[in-house]
Every structure is written in C-alpha cells, then in structure tokens.
C-alpha cells in the first residue's frame, strides 16, 4: 500500500494516477474536472463534448446496495453501459455480469472474470453463441421459449438454464415484457420439454422493466417466481436453487418517487419470507449503477434567434415550429441552442430510454456557474444535437438565461442507455469519457486490479 501511495503522490500533477497502459485517472471533484477541461478547450482549439466519470459514484452505488439488499449478488448489465473503467471496477468489487452477447461475454471474460459470475441473460440466442459460451463455460444463462430449450440442448446440453418469466411491467417506462418472458400458463409446457430433453434447468429469472416506478412490481413478480418455483418441484422434480431478480432498480436518492431504499425495503422481506437461505439471489441492476456516474459537458456551437411571430403571420410550416417549440408569452425572443452532441449520439437515451434531460449551464460568457450565480432572465429556449436531421432535438421547452456559441451546458446522471448505443452518424464522433475520482480506496482498488501483487 505505500509503495502505491508513493507512486500516487510522486505522480507529475499530483491529482492524477498515471500509470502505463492505464486510462489516466483524475482525483479532483466533478466540478473542478470540468472546468479545467473547458479552460483547457479554449487554448487547445478542442471543443468536443465530453463525459466525467465519477469512478467514487459507482463505488458508492456499491456500498449502498450491499447496505440494503444484503442477500441479493448484483450482476451488473453490460448493455447499460460498458465503460471500461466502470467494468473494472465492479469486477474488482466481485460483482457479476449480466451479459447479452459474444462480444460482452467476451469482455467481461478479458477482466479476467470467471465464467461463473456472468450469466448470459438474453432468452433468444444465437446458436454460434451459445456454442462460444459452452466453450468459455458460461453456464448460467436464460430462456423463456420451447426453441430455445431444442437450441440449447443442441449447443449447450449442460447449460445451466434459467426460465424468465413474464412479470407485471405496467409501472415501467421501458416494458421489456413486450419481447420477452415466459407468461405463468406456459411455463408448465417448457419444464416439461427441459425435462424430456434432459436440460439442467435451476432457477426462475424475471425483469420487472427498465425504469420501473412502482416498487411493489417487484414484490409481485418475486411470488410469481415462488409460484414457478413450486411448480418445478411438486410437478417435474425440479430443485431449483436459483432467483434472478433483473433489473429495474432505481438510482434515485430520496424524493417522493420510487428510490433503491424503497425497492429494498419491499424486496428484501419478501425473498426472505418465500425462498430459504440456501436459494441464491441474483440481480441484474444496469442503470442503478451506471446512471449517477457520468455527467455530459456540451458545448454551444451554434444558436439562431426565434422572434415571436403571430398566427396570422406565419408564413410557412417552420414558422409554427419555431413558434410552438420556442417563442415567449410576450415580445422577448426565445433561442434555438446546437449543441455538440445529440440525440444521434449520448442524447439517444431519448428516444430509446424516455430518458428526459436537464441541461445546466456549465460556462457563461467566461464564468463558471460553480463559482458565480448567473444574473440576468431566462429565455425560453430550445436544445438541438449537431447533425442535420430535424428529429435531433434534445429539448424543446428549455428556459435558460441567454447564451451564446462558445458557452458550455453539461447534463448530470447520463451514465445508462447513453454511451452504449451512440452513433457516429454525420461523421460526429463520440463523447470521449475523462474519469476521476476523490476517493483513494477506489483508486487503491483499481491499482490492484491492474497491477495483481505488485504493491
Ligand atoms: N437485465 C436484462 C435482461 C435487461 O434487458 C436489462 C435492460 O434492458 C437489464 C437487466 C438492466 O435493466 P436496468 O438498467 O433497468 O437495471
């Protein structure tokens, strides 16, 4: 450990880990990252939008579930966002993975994971990858379907299967029940079949729905598995020994809505009361993890002025656009902000997440919002993504105080369902991801993590 720390404080910045052949890490808070890299833009001619990692959140997210679901093993879902720092550092916190393909698993596997912490929880797959899991010996995975049980018994015959079920997503904004999930009157016919094809199937998997609001979803599905559960035993001889409880957790810290606590406080009494101890609990959480640790800097790199036009001088169909996505009760201007990154890349949460984004102003006319209150109206306004494609709207009734091009926003909690599926379309790149940390254990973990045995 001191041979660590002496490394670390011998380090030429002294807010920074560097070390070979490893992302450079950052000590300093969120804020302080982010105004030094748009100071530094200003001299270096690179504007680009960019992410903060805040490596000690996801740590933090860690400590705050095992406080409150003690029992149940998160495996984390790679899908919500496959940082590499992010993986890293839950692999070296001993979280599972939830993963959906070859290329994740394949990931995951490159951590130096065991096969045995990942589970491949995707109920339609294909064959060349159950093939590649069989081979790496990743055991654990889902089904929810006849065709697929023929399939694994082809690929996979000593894959440890687990049977998803149909839960209650009515209180989700993503309802994932719509694709997948075996509904309660079927899975007698798919024991059934496991049984005859002679499949190892060990435990109940469902998933509430990405974004659930309602934390008594949970609590519904969990007697549903318990239902499942007994009909596998009693009925096919089954011994299941397995629980996934998927995904679905908020994130959210307090408030009147749904938050971690509120789902824990539910969810935990209700596995205890229906599965004895020796049935393991699983989770799947993606977003719980993912979401609090990136914030997003964006840069103002264009801006055009909406004056108030009234109905009956609207000249043509943009007029009404312009008029109901940004105009003013009364003669004040409202603004139409580009910034650059959009909905084509981080700000596709959007459409596929129903994420809605809260854009700050990061830097005003030469001054931090961190370091001085900004004075002056607001002005409706309007947020734009850079590409020429008019879908690529980020809000449409912002109200901010006025800004101008060279002038930064930056939108907290951007870390799920954002990096993962951006695009490059219009030859935009992605945001690149700067990490930091104030937290010296995490940095102790992540050394150790790179540098096994090596002090
Ligand atoms: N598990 C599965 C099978 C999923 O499809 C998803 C999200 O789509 C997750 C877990 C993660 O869900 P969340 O990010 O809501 O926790």
Same mark, same amino acid.
């Given at each position: 450990?001191?041979?660590?720390?002496?490394?670390?404080?011998?380090?030429?910045?002294?807010?920074?880990?560097? +070390?070979?052949?490893?992302?450079?890490?950052?000590?300093?808070?969120?804020?302080?990252?982010?105004?030094?890299?748009?100071?530094?833009?200003?001299?270096?001619?690179?504007?680009?939008?960019?992410?903060?990692?805040?490596? =000690?959140?996801?740590?933090? +997210?860690?400590?705050?579930?095992?406080?409150?679901?003690?029992?149940?093993?998160?495996?984390?879902?790679?899908?919500?966002?496959?940082?590499?720092?992010?993986?890293?550092?839950?692999?070296?916190?001993?979280?599972?993975?939830?993963?959906?393909?070859?290329?994740?698993?394949?990931?995951?596997?490159?951590?130096?994971?065991?096969?045995?912490?990942?589970?491949?929880a995707n109920p339609?797959?294909?064959?060349?990858?159950?093939?590649?899991?069989?081979?790496?010996?990743?055991?654990?995975?889902t089904f929810d379907n006849?065709?697929e049980?023929?399939?694994?018994?082809?690929?996979?015959?000593?894959?440890?299967l687990v049977l998803r079920i149909l839960a209650?997503?009515?209180?989700?904004?993503?309802?994932l029940?719509?694709?997948f999930g075996a509904? %309660?009157?079927?899975?007698?016919?798919? %024991? +059934?079949?496991?049984?005859?094809?002679?499949?190892?199937?060990?435990?109940v998997s469902f998933h509430?729905?990405?974004?659930?609001?309602?934390?008594?979803?949970?609590?519904?599905?969990?007697?549903?598995?318990?239902?499942?559960?007994?009909?596998?035993?009693?009925?096919? =001889?089954?011994?299941?020994? *397995?629980?996934d409880?998927g =995904? =679905?957790?908020?994130?959210?810290?307090?408030?009147?809505?749904?938050?971690?606590?509120?789902?824990?406080?539910?969810?935990?009494?209700?596995?205890?009361?229906?599965?004895?101890? @020796?049935?393991?609990?699983?989770?799947?959480?993606?977003?719980?993890?993912?979401?609090?640790?990136?914030?997003?800097?964006?840069?103002?790199?264009?801006?055009?002025?909406?004056?108030?036009?009234?109905?009956?001088?609207?000249? #043509?169909?943009?007029?009404?656009?312009?008029?109901? $996505?940004?105009?003013?009760?009364?003669?004040?201007?409202?603004?139409?902000?580009?910034?650059?990154?959009?909905?084509?890349?981080?700000?596709?949460?959007?459409?596929?997440?129903?994420?809605?984004?809260?854009?700050? $102003?990061?830097?005003?006319?030469?001054?931090?919002?961190? @370091?001085?209150?900004?004075?002056? #109206?607001?002005?409706?306004?309007?947020?734009?993504?850079?590409?020429?494609?008019?879908?690529?709207?980020?809000?449409?009734?912002?109200?901010?105080?006025? *800004?101008?091009?060279?002038?930064?926003?930056?939108?907290?909690?951007?870390?799920?369902?954002?990096?993962?599926?951006?695009? +490059?379309?219009?030859?935009?790149?992605?945001?690149?991801?700067?990490?930091?940390?104030?937290?010296?254990?995490?940095?102790?973990?992540?050394?150790?993590?790179?540098?096994?045995?090596?002090?």
């Amino acid at each position: 450990k001191e041979v660590f720390r002496s490394r670390f404080f011998s380090c030429p910045k002294n807010h920074s880990y560097f +070390q070979a052949n490893v992302p450079r890490i950052e000590t300093l808070p969120v804020e302080e990252i982010l105004k030094n890299r748009v100071l530094d833009s200003c001299e270096s001619d690179n504007e680009n939008s960019f992410f903060v990692a805040d490596l =000690g959140q996801i740590y933090s +997210q860690h400590l705050r579930w095992k406080a409150h679901l003690p029992r149940v093993e998160p495996f984390y879902a790679v899908k919500c966002n496959p940082d590499p720092m992010l993986l890293r550092l839950l692999s070296a916190l001993g979280t599972g993975f939830d993963c959906a393909s070859k290329a994740e698993i394949q990931t995951i596997l490159d951590l130096g994971v065991d096969p045995s912490r990942i589970i491949y929880a995707n109920p339609c797959k294909q064959a060349s990858f159950v093939r590649f899991a069989a081979e790496r010996n990743v055991q654990m995975m889902t089904f929810d379907n006849v065709d697929e049980l023929y399939k694994i018994q082809r690929y996979f015959p000593d894959a440890q299967l687990v049977l998803r079920i149909l839960a209650d997503d009515s209180k989700s904004l993503c309802k994932l029940g719509l694709k997948f999930g075996a509904p %309660l009157e079927s899975t007698g016919l798919l %024991l +059934q079949t496991a049984k005859e094809l002679k499949l190892n199937v060990i435990g109940v998997s469902f998933h509430v729905g990405s974004g659930c609001y309602d934390e008594t979803a949970f609590v519904d599905a969990v007697y549903r598995a318990k239902s499942v559960f007994d009909q596998a035993s009693k009925i096919f =001889g089954f011994d299941f020994h *397995l629980l996934d409880v998927g =995904g =679905g957790f908020s994130h959210a810290l307090n408030g009147d809505g749904i938050t971690f606590e509120r789902i824990a406080a539910l969810l935990g009494p209700v596995i205890d009361k229906l599965f004895p101890p @020796d049935v393991r609990v699983i989770a799947e959480p993606g977003r719980y993890y993912a979401a609090p640790a990136f914030t997003i800097a964006t840069h103002i790199i264009a801006r055009r002025t909406v004056h108030r036009v009234g109905e009956d001088e609207q000249t #043509s169909d943009m007029d009404a656009v312009l008029n109901d $996505v940004s105009s003013t009760e009364d003669d004040q201007p409202s603004y139409m902000y580009y910034i650059n990154d959009g909905m084509y890349g981080s700000f596709n949460c959007i459409l596929f997440d129903h994420q809605i984004v809260h854009p700050k $102003v990061l830097y005003k006319g030469g001054v931090f919002s961190f @370091d001085e209150s900004l004075e002056g #109206s607001n002005y409706n306004c309007s947020i734009w993504g850079p590409t020429c494609d008019s879908i690529d709207c980020i809000t449409k009734n912002g109200c901010l105080p006025e *800004l101008f091009p060279g002038d930064w926003l930056y939108f907290e909690e951007m870390g799920a369902y954002t990096i993962c599926a951006a695009s +490059q379309f219009n030859g935009f790149k992605k945001s690149e991801v700067l990490y930091t940390t104030t937290d010296h254990h995490v940095l102790s973990i992540l050394h150790e993590s790179f540098y096994p045995n090596h002090g």
